[in-house]
Antibody
Framework: EVQLLESGGGLVQPGGSLRLSCAAS????????MSWVRQAPGKGLEWVSS????????YYADSVKGHFTISRDNSKNTLYLQMISLRAEDTALYYC??????????WGKGTTVTVSS | DIQMTQSPSTLSASVGDRVTITCRAS??????LAWYQQKPGKAPKLLIY???RLESGVPSRFSGSGSGTEFTLTISSLQPDDFATYYC???????????FGPGTKVDVK
């Protein structure tokens, strides 16, 4: 069974940092693009970032460019999202999702990030 | 950036109704269009990809159509399990970016 399990969320002060992880199982991780999508409380879905299967290509929404970094460790079947200089507007439930490149066919349950003093 | 709109934002319907949701893109996205269903407190679920291809395991009452800038999601006969919010999503093959529509909530009439 394909599974994605996010972790690493929590409460952080404005300007702080967090690293989210997404552990994947049930499929050949390196064969698929992976993405992060977030959802602020009571709001819609917002794409954050994607990475190719090899990790050689990365893509970011303008809203996070320069302060989020996506990466993956194919030997550990794990996707990451390093977040720095966090702002209140980054408060959201963060989902990881599996490719292929142009849509997302499996989603995790999400991890919550709250940016507040 | 490609902008996505959905209409209506809320749709009130009854079990058995035929339901149609429209998604429009600010420029052509060819067939790089997917539809997702999300229920409260749950992750989104893929329903349709490539504008009209039904994801495995999704009931055949769901269908998608369109290409270019205008797309529709149709539920042929609304079931109790279908009350949810539906999002369209486009993929820009040039930039690698995704954009979701604002969502359409289907609730009980």
């Amino acid at each position: 069974e394909v599974q994605l399990l996010e972790s690493g969320g929590g409460l952080v002060q404005p300007g702080g940092s967090l690293r989210l992880s997404c552990a994947a199982s049930g499929f050949t991780f390196s064969n698929y693009a992976m993405s992060w999508v977030r959802q602020a409380p009571g709001k819609g879905l917002e794409w954050v970032s994607s990475i190719s299967g090899s990790g050689g290509s990365t893509y970011y929404a303008d809203s996070v460019k320069g302060h989020f970094t996506i990466s993956r460790d194919n030997s550990k079947n794990t996707l990451y999202l390093q977040m720095i200089s966090l702002r209140a507007e980054d408060t959201a439930l963060y989902y990881c999702a599996k490719g292929p490149r142009w849509y997302m066919d499996v989603w995790g349950k999400g991890t919550t990030v709250t940016v507040s003093s | 950036d490609i902008q996505m709109t959905q209409s209506p934002s809320t749709l009130s319907a009854s079990v058995g109704d035929r339901v149609t949701i429209t998604c429009r893109a600010s420029q052509s996205v060819r067939s790089w269009l997917a539809w997702y269903q999300q229920k409260p407190g749950k992750a989104p679920k893929l329903l349709i990809y490539d504008a009209s291809r039904l994801e495995s395991g999704v009931p055949s009452r769901f269908s998608g159509s369109g290409s270019g800038t205008e797309f529709t999601l149709t539920i042929s006969s609304l079931q109790p399990d279908d009350f949810a919010t539906y999002y369209c999503q486009q993929y820009n093959s040039y930039s690698g970016a995704f954009t979701f529509g604002p969502g359409t909530k289907v609730d009980v009439k």
